[in-house]
């Protein structure tokens, strides 16, 4: 017999009631949870169907795109056109914002299979979303928001089949997939206060090449906690909001060889930083840049542009906050 789960839709439509989210709404999430289900499916079978492979093409980042990447794209555009409630959506896997029907109410900012490495090996990747709304009151300019203006923000794991979606002031929650393919048995994420699990999460390969205070804030600190490292952020983020402790991908700037610096840093705000960094601050955590600036505070520029980015429990944050503001 199978046991009862509250179910993703049945949470949701408790929270309706309670913040008076729209049926709108609901159609959105739909599209974005059989996107992932389909993605899943496709990640699955990929080693057999030989979709695990290079695409042959480099992206609007100049990097290498996978036959995975584009099967994440498609099908995830299939399930945002159909919902009928998007305007627009930024993706990673296109470099023009995606016009799809003028008279939707959110806009959709999302990277469907990010981890690219992970992908030969069938390794955990992930799909990050972060979703505005329009301007409802007034004529809506159609700028692209800066994080504290998303009103969800959420993560699949690929193909662990965990989701975890964070609803602005009402908390970041987990999922879990079970045999009939139905998210279930919302958990409460709240970054833990005991520092006894906490890690440290970043490329370590890289750590010569960071700014002098953060490579001495590291040595000081990594003796006290544990290091890991995925190379996927949905996986590696995944850790740091159930164990405590920090992710950071900071910038590069002392590269043996200048042209690889990164200044900018690599992640993308608008769908890899500001989708942690608001799931982070509803489980009690915080995110900076690499000038101690609130992630969630960045207005974008660009729908691509990237930024360096501190993101978990408040005092390791605020501690490397002073570090990068001196
Ligand atoms: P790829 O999709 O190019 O592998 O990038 C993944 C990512 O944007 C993010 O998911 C990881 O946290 C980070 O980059 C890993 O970067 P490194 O491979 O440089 O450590």
Redesign the pocket.
Known sequence: MMKFEQTFNDFLLQHQERHNRTHHFLILMDALISSAKHIQHYYLTGALKGNLGSAGEVNVQN?DVMRMDQIAQEITIHYLRSSNRVIHAVSEESKEIVQINPEGRYFVYFDPL?????IPHGLPV?FLFGIAKRNLEGPEDGHLRAGKDYIAAGMFVIPTGTFTLALKDAGTWRFHIDETMTFVRPTRMMLPEDTKSWELSF?TS?RLTFAKGVQNWIAQNEKEYAFR?L????G?FHRTLANGGMFM?PAIVNHPNPKKNRPQG???LMY?AAVVAFMCREAGGDAVDETGTPILGIHPKDPHQRTAIYVGSKPLVADITRVLRS
Do not use: F, I, M, W
């Not at 990010?114 to 992970?118: A, I, L």
């Not at 190379?231 to 949905?234: E, K, T």
């Open positions: 990097e990010d981890g690219s490495s992970n992930g490329n890289n490292y190379g996927a952020l949905a590696d991908y690599k992640l993308r890899e």
